[in-house]
């Protein structure tokens, strides 16, 4: 299955990026350092739509071509750990690897289970970038791939908070863009094709001028076009003519518009393929989803769903009261109202039951990987049965490790009590509202607040 002719794939994560604090794309108050040279090179995909505003589901979703609905990963892992990606999904790199690639995953972070570990034959999560040990990947003859994150600019924001600034964003760009240039310096070859992406947005509190997203954390709640807007750019010189498209894509694209520039198989899920788009011509992309990644049933967290065509969305939001649920609808035109302030259902009802018909077939309607692996003869079993016959036990190991006890101790705990207890403050509400009343005054069953 090698082939020696293709190119090595080199995938940087700038975790949180937005592209219009790049000098590149026309931030005047940003230097121009060593990641504009590097997209001016490439294309970069101006319109990128990403699953989730935070790194599990998003990541997810790029790296299997696949929404929640399909690869089961739809909510952060640190907070129900019961959720795992969907055994029957084939994620980017296990394809490679079949086809004769040499997989490597380098990461300071233990947010690595977005991607499976069986897609790997070198496996590096542990904190610190002194740790990375890129021998594996220089010394290998043959095609490679290369995944490597970067978490400086989400880190140095979150610690801002409720308080991070456009400088400060700019601040936490520099930190990331030296270890990607002192990285691709080490790894680079004649035939290299770059993958630049952030997993999500991050907003900054200039972002949003009035009241109605005054409590929203620079990671996100509301979808936001700040926190959802991703930034995606491809870079293989002398074969990718350099230029910036601004069609409507999604995260879900980046995984089938790698695999078809390499030539390769791969299922058609909810991704489509951007290659069309590289050549002047044209991609049907009629909507794109967006999540918090909260369930309806996930308990005290309240959750946030939205879909998006060339223009409208439509976001629904789900609202706690004590231990009431109940959600809310509204419509936007979020080309022109940056505020999300206007709300248009009543105004637009057509375009509001279009995609809330949208909303319901993607987030809240069961589907079957298996059917469409079988509409359109995908021998699935091929790819499982290789995954079987090559299991990297050690990575395995090492993300199991990493999810018992950093993720699971306590984690799992906390939330089936929280689960139930909040099961059974909701039947005390609606059976017994003044035994409930009686609790609120005493001060139990409050809601904890997202």
Known sequence: MINNNKPNVIWFMFDSLRNEFLNEFGCEKAERNFVDELVSQGVSFTNCHGTAPF??????????????????????????????LNPLCLSFPEILRYNGYFTCYMSASDACTYVNPQGFDYYHAEMGYEHFDFSHYINHEGPKFVYIDFGELHD????????????????????????????????KTGNDMVILTSDHGMRTNQDFKGSKYSKESVTGRY????????????????HLKPQKINDMCRGVDIMPTVLDILGLEYP?????????????????IPYSYSLTGWSMTHPKSPGVWC???????LVIEEHIEGLRKYITKELFDYVNDKEEATDLANVLPDKFKELDEQATAMFFTERSIMDFYNAQKFDINKYLKYREEHLNKEALAVAANIIKFKWQKGCRRNFLIGYYKFKLGSIIYWQMPWLYKVMTKLGKGKNTRF
Request: charged share 25%; hydrophobic share 30%; net charge positive.
């Open 307 to 313: 879909v998006r065509d060339h223009q409208y969305k």
């Open 223 to 238: 979808l936001t076009e700040a926190t959802t807007h991703n930034s995606f750019n491809l870079i293989w010189k002398g």
């Open 268 to 284: 058609l899920l909810d991704g489509v393929s951007l290659k069309p788009l590289l050549e002047e011509g044209k991609v049907n």
């Open 156 to 187: 140095y924001c979150c610690k801002k908070s409720y308080d991070c600034t456009k400088k400060d964003f700019l601040d936490g760009i520099k930190m990331t863009v030296s270890y990607i240039k002192e990285f691709y310096e080490k790894i």
């Open 55 to 84: 790194t599990i589901v998003s990541m997810a979703s790029k790296m299997t071509g696949c929404y929640p609905s399909l690869n089961h990963l739809d909510g952060w892992l640190k907070k129900d750990p019961t959720k795992t």
